[in-house]
Structures are given as C-alpha cells and as structure tokens.
C-alpha cells in the first residue's frame, strides 16, 4: 500500500473524530514527522487540561523510519511529544482507537 492511501485513511477517520490533519514542512529539520494529528479529546496532565496531539510519520506498507528519523522523533519524544510511525491502514486504526 502507498503512503499516500494511508495518509488519504488518516484523514479520513481523524475528520470522523472531529479532529484536523495538518501536513507540515520543517525548514532545517530533517527527519521530523510530515503529520500533525489534532483530536477534540481533553486529557489531563498535571491537573490541567490539555488537548490531544500526535505527530505522525507515515509511510509506505513494510516501511520503516529511517536512522536521521528515530533520531529526531526521540528528541521530539524527549520533550514530552507524542510521536508515531504508521505504514497501514491497520496503524491508523490502532492509533485512533
């Protein structure tokens, strides 16, 4: 399967939640995840009400993130952001659940 009809998937069930999808660019940031996840949900983290964000890297059936990209999704992990790598259908629907 193509990246494309997993990031066309996302869009789809994360818009079913009434949460955005927003595709981003980094400028001098390689390795940073291509996808924001926004969700309507409220979590609690200290006492305080946060909403729900997921950065997302997608990719192809049977494709892994590369080196440059572990590295910068674990120095964006370290910093208390939630980052994932999803290359089906199957993916999406174990984040979204």
């Given at each position: 399967m193509r990246e494309s009809d997993v990031e066309k998937h996302l869009v789809k069930r994360v818009r079913e939640l009434g949460g955005e999808v927003r595709k981003v660019q980094w400028v001098g940031r390689n390795g940073a995840p291509d996808r924001l996840v926004m969700l309507p949900y409220m979590t609690y983290v200290g006492g305080h009400a946060t909403q729900t964000t997921i950065w997302v890297e997608l990719?192809?059936?049977g494709q892994k993130a590369k080196?440059?990209?572990?590295?910068?999704?674990?120095?964006?992990?370290a910093m208390g952001q939630r980052v994932v790598v999803i290359d089906s259908i199957d993916g999406v629907e174990e984040l979204l659940s």
């Amino acid at each position: 399967m193509r990246e494309s009809d997993v990031e066309k998937h996302l869009v789809k069930r994360v818009r079913e939640l009434g949460g955005e999808v927003r595709k981003v660019q980094w400028v001098g940031r390689n390795g940073a995840p291509d996808r924001l996840v926004m969700l309507p949900y409220m979590t609690y983290v200290g006492g305080h009400a946060t909403q729900t964000t997921i950065w997302v890297e997608l990719k192809a059936s049977g494709q892994k993130a590369k080196p440059h990209q572990l590295r910068e999704h674990a120095r964006m992990q370290a910093m208390g952001q939630r980052v994932v790598v999803i290359d089906s259908i199957d993916g999406v629907e174990e984040l979204l659940s």
